[in-house]
Each structure stands twice: as C-alpha cells, then as structure tokens.
T-cell receptor, first 114, second 111 residues
Framework: GAGVSQSPRYKVAKRGQDVALRCDPI?????LFWYQQALGQGPEFLTY????????KSGLPSDRFFAERPEGSVSTLKIQRTQQEDSAVYLC????????????FGPGTRLLVL | GENVEQHPSTLSVQEGDSAVIKCTYS??????FPWYKQELGKGPQLIID?????GEKKDQRIAVTLNKTAKHFSLHITETQPEDSAVYFC??????????FGPGTRLSVLP
C-alpha cells in the first residue's frame, strides 16, 4: 500500500516568508510525528499527534512553528517568518498506534531559507 | 530526558566483511530500540528493531543485540554488499513517547 507522503519535496523561501509543509500518513495510522533533520545529523523530535490531538509539542523550537491535524489524518507543519536556521529536512512519520510502535517515515521536505 | 550516543560516526568495510555499529542510551525506562537506514535524499527506513524483553534478534544478514543492564545495543551486518552503503541511525523510545535518535553512522562498503 501507499506509504507516508510529503509535499512539497523541496521548498526555497526568502527569510521572513511563511511556509506550510504537508504530510499524508499511512491510511489508518493513529499517530503522526514531525521531526527536523539538520544536515549530517539524526532526526530530532518536533511534535506528536494521536488522531487530531496534539499530545506533545515540546520539540518545537519556537512559537514560529505550528502544527495541526484537524481531521486526524493529513497534517500541516507551518513555519512563520522563516529564518536561515530553519533550513533543514522536515520528516513526517506515522505509526499504527502510539509511541513505541514502528514509525514509518516519509521522504521529507527539504527547506532552504535564503 | 533520553540521550542516545552512536559509534563510529563513519565506517568503511570491504565487501563481504561484517560491520558493527554501537549505541548507548541514558534512560533506563526506554524499552523499544529501532534501527533505520537512510539513503541520500530519502527518509529513514526501518531495517530491524528490538524490544526490551529480548536480548537478540536476527533477520537474514542483519542482527541486533541489546544489553539492558549496560544500556547499550548494537547492529551487526554480515556479508556486507555495496547496496548496504548508507547512513544508519539507532533510536530509543519509551512506549508512548517519541523516538530519540543517535547522530548516525555513515557506512561505506568498498567493492
């Protein structure tokens, strides 16, 4: 079946612009995670949803970052007033149940802020 | 919170040799330990995982061992092939929480 998909795959933004990154999880997966991966590093947790509820947003680096999953399926990660340090790959993962279960990752969105 | 260390950061082996990557974690409550392979331009792909009630798990050429007392776990790849070349990440998780990843190991398999 279809895996996790993310769009766009690449995004170039001028500093100060707002961006929106989309994640389509595997159908039926309850949990959805967002991670940020800087060049040459491992993914770092941003936020976690169980259905439409955002249960953990402790990894969001600033109040410029906002995520939502209004209907418990598709999720959007929004970054307001982008800064150069926001340049990274943003990965989305979904799992059938809660944390501790296998997470399946999408291909990521590579964001470059100029 | 959880902290995961991973060694080595880079590893080169000859085709057919074995490769071993080691990780340590800090939170004794962690009970799930997956390993992911990431190829250039792609998202991480799960290759094997182990839970805290098991000491070893094997899947063809790939095996993972876990020592809960010492809080470390290792990935073993035997009979390496050029297509095994990638970045490998270990992670640790406590059920109900997010994954904490190690910094990664770049494996190069030389033909």
């Amino acid at each position: 079946g279809a895996g996790v998909s993310q769009s766009p795959r690449y995004k170039v933004a001028k500093r100060g612009q707002d961006v929106a990154l989309r994640c389509d999880p595997i159908s039926g997966h309850v949990s959805l995670f967002w991670y940020q991966q800087a060049l040459g590093q491992g993914p770092e947790f941003l936020t976690y949803f169980q259905n439409e509820a955002q249960l953990d947003k402790s990894g969001l680096p600033s109040d410029r970052f906002f995520a939502e999953r209004p209907e418990g399926s598709v999720s959007t990660l929004k970054i307001q007033r982008t800064q150069q340090e926001d340049s990274a790959v943003y990965l989305c993962a979904s799992s059938l149940a809660g944390g501790g279960e296998t997470q399946y990752f999408g291909p990521g969105t590579r964001l470059l802020v100029l | 919170g959880e902290n995961v260390e991973q060694h080595p950061s880079t590893l080169s082996v000859q085709e057919g040799d074995s490769a071993v990557i080691k990780c340590t974690y800090s939170d004794s409550a962690s009970n799930y330990f997956p390993w992911y392979k990431q190829e250039l331009g792609k998202g991480p792909q799960l290759i094997i995982d182990i839970r805290s009630n098991v000491g070893e798990k094997k899947d063809q050429r790939i095996a993972v061992t876990l020592n809960k007392t010492a809080k470390h776990f290792s990935l073993h790849i035997t009979e390496t092939q050029p297509e095994d070349s990638a970045v490998y990440f270990c992670a640790a998780s406590n059920y109900g929480q997010n994954f904490v990843f190690g910094p990664g190991t770049r494996l190069s398999v030389l033909p």
